[in-house]
T-cell receptor, first 111, second 113 residues
Framework: GENVEQHPSTLSVQEGDSAVIKCTYSDSASNYFPWYKQELGKGPQLIIDIRSNVGEKKDQRIAVTLNKTAKHFSLHITETQPEDSAVYFCAVQEYGNKLVFGAGTILRVKS | DVKVTQSSRYLVKRTGEKVFLECVQDMDHENMFWYRQDPGLGLRLIYFSYDVKMKEKGDIPEGYSVSREKKERFSLILESASTNQTSMYLC????????????FGSGTRLTVV
């Protein structure tokens, strides 16, 4: 089955700096890659996603880039704010509607 | 506007008890999923369902079963709770085909003592 590795496991940045989280996957047939944000006491929420026919997608301060050849994709958060502090999960679609998740990254934004 | 509702936020059960975790979605989604979340392990799929009365095992189904008698409701059952099933349980639903990811509930934190 699909194997998803996510790095780093924790990331601490100063407010206003950028944060980058990277995920690698194993199945070259995968074609849907969402990112989720989980705040304390809540379930994960979809923040951005990308399909394999696109190399980059942006939504205000967040962006996702995909390198299908190298089988990795990354979440970029610019101008980080304290409310960006959360756990972030990448995911890869396996067969059918199954998503395989990375282990998560704890992002701390220091003000 | 809660869309995926899990019946309990916190639950404490004794070893050997039969435990029911309930999940209801109001988005008419075909697919429903149960994950457990543990620190450092991410989200691991226990069971999922593509349609009413259909179920498929995920990556860690041992010790669990599920029931989906109605489209909007997906129940996770711990047949005989054990301490290693202490965890956060997350329910999710999605359309088929997968267009905009999953919608998750807020989770149930289960402690087995």
């Amino acid at each position: 089955g699909e194997n998803v590795e996510q790095h780093p496991s924790t990331l601490s940045v100063q407010e206003g700096d950028s944060a980058v989280i990277k995920c690698t996957y194993s199945d070259s047939a995968s074609n849907y890659f969402p990112w989720y944000k989980q705040e304390l006491g809540k379930g994960p929420q979809l923040i951005i996603d990308i399909r394999s026919n696109v190399g980059e997608k942006k939504d205000q301060r967040i962006a996702v880039t995909l390198n299908k050849t190298a089988k990795h994709f990354s979440l970029h958060i610019t101008e980080t704010q304290p409310e960006d502090s959360a756990v972030y999960f990448c995911a890869v679609q396996e067969y059918g509607n199954k998503l395989v998740f990375g282990a998560g990254t704890i992002l701390r934004v220091k003000s | 506007d809660v869309k995926v509702t899990q019946s309990s936020r916190y639950l404490v059960k004794r070893t050997g008890e039969k435990v029911f975790l309930e999940c209801v979605q109001d988005m008419d989604h075909e697919n429903m999923f149960w994950y457990r979340q543990d620190p450092g392990l991410g989200l691991r799929l226990i069971y999922f369902s593509y349609d009413v009365k259909m179920k498929e095992k995920g990556d860690i189904p041992e010790g669990y079963s599920v029931s989906r008698e109605k489209k909007e409701r997906f129940s996770l059952i711990l047949e005989s709770a054990s301490t290693n099933q202490t965890s956060m349980y997350l329910c999710a639903s999605s359309l088929y085909p997968l267009e905009s990811g999953y919608t998750f509930g807020s989770g149930t934190r289960l402690t087995v003592v």
